[in-house]
C-alpha cells in the first residue's frame, strides 16, 4: 500500500474551473478583513477627538492593516498544509494549497508579496510614527507567520485568541491611533478592548467548528483545550463585554455624548450569540464566522463616531 504525500493529496483534490485569479481571491479570505479594517477605524475615530486627521496616514494604515492580514491568511493557508490541519473533508472555506488551486510555492511567494508591500507602505508610515511603528510592524509581520509556521506555531498552542487579541486589538488600535495624535492615551487603550474581543471572536467560532478536525490533527486549539462548551460560553462573554464597554468609555471621558452608537449593532450581536449558544456546529458556523465579521465592522465603525466626538 502506497503513502500519499501532501502534494499528492492537493492534487487529488483540486477543483475544476476555478481560475488563478478567483484561487488567490479564495486565498485571501475576503470575510475575515474586518479584523483589519476595524482596529484602523476605531483607533482613528478615537484620534478624532484629540486632533485633526491625515487621510494620507489613514489610507497607508489601513493598506499596511489589509496586507498583513492577507499575509497572515495566505502563511495560514500553507503552513496548516504542510502540518497537516487540512484535511479531505475540512468544514471551514476553502483551501487554496490543500485543494491544488494554488502550488505551495505560488502561496509562499504570495506570502512575501504581501508582507512585503505591506513593509514598503510601513516605510512611509514609520517616518510618520518613528521606532514605535517599526517595531509593531515589524512584530505583526513575525507573529503572522509564526501563528501556524516555524517550530512552535502560536496557533496549535492554544496561544491564538492571545495572539489576535494583543495584535489585531491592542496593538492595532492604539498604533492607529498613535499615527494619527503621536501618544497614546488610556482612552485608546480602552478603545482597543472591545474591538479585540469582537476580532477574536472570529477566532473562536473558527476554531469551535475546527474543534473536532484540530483534535484529530493534533492542534492544540484554546477551543480543543478548554472543550465546546465553554469555547461557546467565551464567544458569547466577549460579546457581553464589548457591548458594555461603551458605558466605561463614556464613564472615564473617553467618549462624548455619541458613545452609545456601538448599541446600534445589538441586533446583528444577539443572533449570533443564540445560535453559538444554542449548539449550532458545522459548516453551517461559517455563517457565524461571516457575521461576527460584519458584528466587528459595524461595531467599530460605530465606536469610531462616538469616540470622534468630544466629550
Known amino acids: 500500500m502506497g503513502v500519499t504525500g501532501p502534494a499528492e493529496a492537493a492534487a487529488g483534490l483540486r477543483q475544476p474551473g476555478v481560475s488563478r485569479a478567483k484561487a488567490w481571491v479564495m486565498a485571501a479570505r475576503i470575510p475575515t478583513l474586518p479584523a483589519a479594517t476595524a482596529p484602523v477605524l476605531a483607533g482613528t475615530g478615537a484620534a478624532a477627538a484629540h486632533g485633526p486627521l491625515s487621510l494620507p496616514v489613514f489610507l497607508a494604515t489601513l493598506a499596511a ?19 497537516g490541519a487540512d484535511r479531505p473533508g475540512r ?18 511567494r504570495g506570502t512575501i508579496v504581501a508582507f512585503g508591500a505591506a513593509v514598503l507602505i510601513g516605510a512611509y508610515l514609520a517616518s510618520v510614527g518613528g521606532w514605535p511603528i517599526v517595531a509593531v510592524g515589524l512584530a505583526s509581520i513575525v507573529a503572522g507567520v509564526l501563528y501556524t509556521g516555524g517550530p512552535w506555531p502560536i496557533g496549535y498552542h492554544g496561544l491564538g485568541d492571545l495572539f489576535v487579541f494583543v495584535f489585531f486589538g491592542v496593538v492595532a488600535v492604539t498604533g492607529t491611533f498613535y499615527l494619527q495624535a503621536g501618544a497614546v492615551t488610556p482612552g485608546a487603550l480602552l478603545a482597543s478592548v472591545p474591538v479585540g474581543l469582537l476580532v477574536t471572536d472570529i477566532l473562536v467560532v473558527n476554531n469551535l467548528r475546527d474543534i473536532d478536525q484540530d483534535r484529530q490533527a493534533g492542534k492544540r486549539t484554546l477551543a480543543v483545550r478548554i ?30 455624548p455619541l458613545f452609545w452608537l456601538p448599541w446600534l449593532s445589538a441586533p446583528i450581536a444577539w443572533p449570533l450569540v ?38
Open 274 to 311: 443564540r445560535r453559538v449558544l444554542g449548539g449550532e456546529r458545522g459548516a453551517t458556523l461559517n455563517q457565524v464566522l461571516k457575521g461576527t465579521g460584519r458584528l466587528l465592522l459595524a461595531y467599530s465603525a460605530l465606536l469610531a463616531i462616538g469616540m470622534a466626538r468630544s466629550p
Open 65 to 83: 492593516a489589509l496586507l498583513i492580514q492577507v499575509g497572515t491568511n495566505f502563511a495560514n493557508d500553507l503552513y496548516d498544509f504542510r502540518k
Open 227 to 256: 472543550g465546546e462548551q465553554a469555547t461557546r460560553i467565551q464567544y458569547a462573554l466577549f460579546v457581553v463585554v464589548a457591548l458594555a464597554m461603551p458605558a466605561v468609555l463614556r464613564a472615564v471621558g473617553a467618549a462624548g
Open 91 to 108: 468544514l471551514g472555506p476553502t483551501r487554496v494549497t490543500q485543494t491544488g488551486l494554488l502550488s505551495e510555492r505560488d502561496v509562499e
